[in-house]
């Protein structure tokens, strides 16, 4: 039951993120100069700090909330999106298909999400499926530390939490099976992150 609100936040997280990281990450591999300098320094800034950390700072500052979560996680993880993005529409940029598209005087807005943005999804993919898992372990962190998802809400890091007190009298059980299924949910996402890897990128197989 305290699956619902974990999954919730790990897939809307990630998703907006996905959205977010990876449009900047577009936007600063093809427009480059300054533009590309400075969205790269503010990545490179988010990366330096430790992801629990930020979130534990913004949730002080916004407070209790599923909302609120989701944010906190799309602050942490849209730059690691962004850097993959970025990465991969460099590569693209200097092919053919680009080249004719610039010729033909194409928007750039056009440019960037008709034919630059589906040609880097497959990593993107990737990434989104283990950012999903991590967002699932950051929110189930931040509900036992009391500062994610509100206590009538249950998440399966808030019902960790709400066990852990009886433990010292023998009743492991109220913590044992949310911490199990939160263990089983976290490796079986990260499981197919790696067959999705392996699906879209034969390659690193050789």
Known sequence: YGLR???GVGVSSALFAALFGASLGLLAAYVGGRTETAIMRIVDLQLSFP???VALMILA???KGILNVVLALVIVEWATYARAARGTALVERRKEYM???ESLAIPRWRILFVHLLPNCLPPLIVIATVQVARAISLEATLSFLGLGVPIT?????????NGYQYMLSGMTWISFYPGVALL?????????GDRL???LNPRGRE
């Open 5 to 7: 609100i974990s999954l």
């Open 51 to 53: 992801s629990i950390l």
């Open 61 to 63: 500052f916004l407070g």
């Open 99 to 101: 080249e004719a598209a």
């Open 153 to 161: 809400e249950p998440s399966l890091g808030l019902l960790v939490a």
């Open 184 to 192: 089983i949910t976290v490796v079986a996402i990260n499981l197919v």
């Open 197 to 199: 890897r392996d699906v």
